[in-house]
């Protein structure tokens, strides 16, 4: 299958800081693109959806100026976590579609992000 | 988003068959019904995804009532690699909308 690749797989920031973490389709180009986050022992939760060149979509409750996402190409999508506080802790993961939309959706491996 | 219910967890033993029930009672005509693993500490991995037909891979099989309200994915031969949570998920806009899944124990 296709392959996403996601980056950094693990950060540790300090409380206040901003942490960028990329996402890229390798193989496909990935009109849309996808972010969740999951705490431990739950499901994913989508954060937002992300469409190549234009303002990313927002979940409800998913504060907007925090959670900073760029789609500037077909092949990468950025999440800043802006400011970010120790409750920011979580492990994020992308997810790509191919052009078409109607195919599965491909995931990284995720970015366990610790702040501290 | 359509709604998928699924056991919270199940168990089976290695080198046995597998099935994972899965309802889905307000699909609409257009929704896929897709199916993703995830192993801990990773990204979820597609597994197989159809939309009336019954579907075979390589990983697993997929039956689909003929009212489309349910779904069994079929591990033919569990091993011990095939513990995970598994979600069922309909695709019907673009987005992927996770539910809780099944967490799935292999036993030895």
């Known amino acids: 299958g296709a392959v996403v690749s996601q980056h950094p797989s693990r950060v540790i920031c300090k409380s206040g800081t901003s942490v960028k973490i990329e996402c890229r389709s390798l193989d496909f180009q990935a009109t849309t693109m996808f972010w969740y986050r999951q705490f431990p022992k739950q499901s994913l939760m989508l954060m937002a959806t992300?469409?190549?060149?234009?303002?990313?979509?927002?979940e409800q409750g998913v504060e907007k100026d925090k959670f900073l996402i760029n789609h500037a190409s077909l092949t990468l999508s950025t999440l800043t976590v802006t400011s970010a506080h120790p409750e920011d802790s979580s492990f994020y993961i992308c997810?790509?579609?191919?052009?078409?939309?109607?195919?599965?959706?491909?995931f990284g491996q995720g970015t366990r992000l610790t702040v501290v | 988003d359509a709604k998928t219910t699924q056991p919270n967890s199940m168990e089976s033993n290695e080198e046995e068959p597998v099935h994972l029930p899965c309802n889905h009672s307000t699909i609409s005509g257009t929704d896929y019904i897709h199916w993703y693993r995830q192993l801990p500490s990773q990204g979820p991995e597609y597994v197989i995804h159809?939309?009336?037909s019954n579907v075979n891979n390589r990983m697993a099989s997929l039956a689909i009532a003929e009212d489309r309200k349910s779904s069994t994915l079929i591990l033919h031969r569990a091993t011990l690699r095939d513990a995970a949570v598994y979600y069922c998920?309909?695709?019907?806009?673009?987005?992927?909308?996770f539910g809780q899944g099944t967490r799935l124990t292999i036993n030895p």
């Open positions: 992300s469409n190549e060149g234009s303002k990313a979509t927002y």
């Open positions: 998920i309909l695709q019907g806009a673009q987005k992927l909308v």
């Open positions: 159809g939309l009336t």
């Open positions: 997810s790509a579609r191919d052009l078409g939309g109607y195919t599965e959706a491909f």
